[in-house]
C-alpha cells in the first residue's frame, strides 16, 4: 500500500511553459503551478517540487514525463529527481480515469500522470543517465543519416538533368553518388566535350579515383556514343543545374566522411571504455557483442548503441523488440486469433535491424539457410517496403 507521506510530480512538457503537478500518497492534488521553459525557469521548478513534497530528498520523489530525453528531462536528473517516462499512448489511457468524456488540458494531463505514477510505478522504468560519448555518437549518427538522405536527394536530381541531354554518362557511370562522377562530369560536361577528351585524362581520373570496373577505352567509347537531339538552350540549362547540384554534393560528400570518421572514432572510445571496466556496469561489452553479429556494420552498430543504450545495458530483450519492431502482437478473441508485427517502433532502430538482416541472410550461411528454410515453410519474403507493411515478419 502507498505511503500517505510519499509524494509524486508530473511534468506536462511544452516548447514555451511547462505545467507541473504534485500530488500526495493519498492521491490528492497538492499544488501545481506553469513554469516558462529556460535555464531559470527550469531550476525554479525543480525548487518549487522539492519545496511542495514536505522536505524529502529528490532521489525520493518520483517525477513523470512524456518523453524520455531532452533539456527538461536532464534539468531534473541534474537534480537528482527520479524521473519516469510515460508514453503518451498510456497517458491517453490513464485519462479515462479522470475523464470518461475524453477532456483533455496541461492541467488535467499533470494530474493524470503523476496519479498514473502514484498507483502504477513498479510499470514504469527509470530513466538513467545516458553516458555522454553515446549522446555525441547519437548526433553524428544521426547526422550520417540525413546527409545521406541530402545524398540520394541530390543525386536523383542530377541523374534528372542527365537523363534530359547526356544519357550515355549514364549508361558509363551506373550510379551518380559515387564521388568520382563528379569529377569525371566536370571533365566532360556535355557530349561535345566527351568527343574531344583524350584517353590519358579518362585513365588518370579512373586510377585516381581506383575505379577498375570499367577501362579508359570502355568508358571513352560510351562517353562518344551519339548524342541525344535536344532543343537549344537546353543543354545549357541542365548543365547549369548539375553545376549548382554538384557543389553541393561535394559538401555532402565531405561531411559523410567527417561524420563516418567521428562515428568510428567514438565508437573505439566505448570499446575502449569496455576494456578498462569503466564504461558499463557487470562487466557487459555492448561494442563487443554486437560488432561480433553477422550482418552489424558501422551504421548498424551505432544506431543500436545510440538508440537503445538504456535496454542494452538492461540486457532487456522484450524492451528491444518492442522498440525495434519486431516484437510479435497477438489480438485473440473468441476462435480468432492474429498474430501481426508490432507498427508502433522506433524508426531508426526498426531500419536498423532491418538491413542488419537483410545484409546477414546476404553474408552468413547460417541465416542464409535459416531464411531459405522459413521460405520453404511458405514466410514471405522480406523487402523494404514489406517491412513497414502489417504482417508478421520472419523470425
Not at 504534485?22 to 497538492?30: A, F, L, T
Not at 525520493?60 to 527520479?82: K, R
Not at 491517453?92 to 477532456?103: K, Q
Amino acid at each position: 500500500m502507498m505511503r500517505p507521506e510519499a509524494w509524486f510530480a508530473d511534468v506536462d512538457w511544452a516548447s514555451q511553459t511547462h505545467h507541473v503537478c504534485v500530488v500526495g500518497g493519498d492521491g490528492s492534488k497538492q499544488e501545481e503551478r506553469a513554469f516558462r521553459h529556460g535555464g531559470t525557469g527550469l531550476a525554479e521548478m525543480a525548487d518549487w517540487i522539492a519545496a511542495r513534497c514536505g522536505g524529502s530528498a529528490p532521489e525520493d520523489i518520483p517525477v513523470a514525463i512524456e518523453i524520455p530525453h531532452g533539456p527538461v528531462v536532464e534539468s531534473l536528473m541534474d537534480h537528482g529527481f527520479a524521473v519516469y517516462s510515460i508514453n503518451p499512448k498510456q497517458l491517453d489511457r490513464f485519462r479515462d480515469r479522470f475523464s470518461p468524456a475524453g477532456s483533455k488540458d496541461d492541467s488535467l494531463d499533470a494530474r493524470v500522470l503523476a496519479d498514473a505514477l502514484r498507483t502504477d510505478l513498479h510499470h514504469f522504468r527509470r530513466i538513467d543517465p545516458v553516458d555522454p560519448v553515446v549522446i555525441e555518437l547519437r548526433a553524428w549518427s544521426r547526422i550520417d543519416e540525413e546527409l545521406k538522405r541530402d545524398r540520394v536527394r541530390l543525386s536523383n536530381r542530377m541523374r534528372e538533368q542527365l537523363w534530359r541531354y547526356y544519357p550515355q554518362i549514364l549508361d558509363a557511370v551506373g550510379s551518380v553518388v559515387e564521388p568520382w562522377v563528379l569529377d569525371l562530369w566536370a571533365k566532360v560536361p556535355t557530349p561535345a566535350k566527351a568527343r574531344q577528351v583524350q584517353r590519358r585524362t579518362l585513365e588518370s581520373l579512373l586510377k585516381r579515383h581506383r575505379i577498375r570496373r570499367i577501362t579508359a577505352d570502355q568508358l571513352q567509347e560510351v562517353l562518344r556514343a551519339p548524342a541525344v537531339a535536344v532543343a537549344p538552350g537546353t543543354t545549357e540549362a541542365a548543365v547549369a543545374h548539375i553545376k549548382s547540384v554538384s557543389e553541393r554534393l561535394r559538401l555532402v560528400h565531405r561531411q559523410l566522411a567527417d561524420a563516418k570518421r567521428e562515428i568510428a572514432r567514438l565508437i573505439d572510445v566505448l570499446a575502449d571504455s569496455e576494456d578498462s571496466g569503466s564504461g558499463q556496469p557487470g562487466g557487459q561489452r555492448d561494442v563487443t557483442v554486437l560488432s561480433s553479429l553477422p550482418g552489424v556494420g558501422q551504421t548498424v552498430l551505432a544506431t543500436l548503441l545510440a538508440e537503445a543504450p538504456q535496454a542494452l545495458a538492461r540486457r532487456d530483450y522484450k524492451a528491444l523488440r518492442c522498440m525495434c519492431g519486431v516484437a510479435p502482437v497477438t489480438r485473440r478473441s473468441g476462435k480468432d486469433k492474429l498474430v501481426v508485427r508490432r507498427m508502433a517502433a522506433h524508426a531508426r532502430l526498426r531500419d536498423a535491424v532491418y538491413h542488419w538482416a537483410r545484409v546477414a541472410v546476404q553474408r552468413d550461411p547460417a541465416s542464409k539457410a535459416k531464411y531459405a528454410a522459413l521460405r520453404g515453410r511458405g514466410h514471405a519474403g522480406s523487402s523494404p517496403s514489406a517491412a513497414r507493411r502489417p504482417g508478421w515478419p520472419l523470425r
